[in-house]
Nanobody
Framework: QVRLVESGGGLVQPGGSLRLSCVVS????????MGWYRQAPGKERELVAV???????TVSEFAKGRFTISGDMVKRTVDLQINSLKPEDTAIYYC?????????????????WGQGTQVTGSS
């Protein structure tokens, strides 16, 4: 069973910084990419940033300049550094992974999600 476990969320004053981490556990064949999405109250889940196995990153416009994604598919980890936190960054942040694993001897590629970690920007 594959599991994604996030850590690092919390309450931060506006202008502060936060680092989120995610690690993948369980039996798998390959990780093709990992990243972060977020969902604010009353809004749809949106992409924050993703990183591919080759190191290419895709960062949403709102995240450019303040959010930095880093990851290591071999170590099965992805981090998100958030600087200059704004109140509108308040959301549940979800770790995401694009993974292939053998299920009943068949190599299957699937998206996996963590449970989410709350980030709150407030004084």
């Amino acid at each position: 069973q594959v599991r994604l476990v996030e850590s690092g969320g919390g309450l931060v004053q506006p202008g502060g910084s936060l680092r989120l981490s995610c690690v993948v556990s369980g039996s798998l064949f390959k990780i093709y990419g990992m990243g972060w999405y977020r969902q604010a109250p009353g809004k749809e889940r949106e992409l924050v940033a993703v990183i591919s196995r080759s190191g290419e990153t895709t960062v949403s416009e709102f995240a450019k300049g303040r959010f930095t994604i880093s990851g290591d598919m071999v170590k099965r980890t992805v981090d998100l550094q958030i600087n200059s936190l704004k109140p509108e960054d308040t959301a549940i942040y979800y770790c995401y992974a694009d993974i292939s694993r053998y299920i009943d001897s068949l190599l299957t590629r699937t998206e996996y999600w963590g449970q989410g970690t709350q980030v709150t920007g407030s004084s």
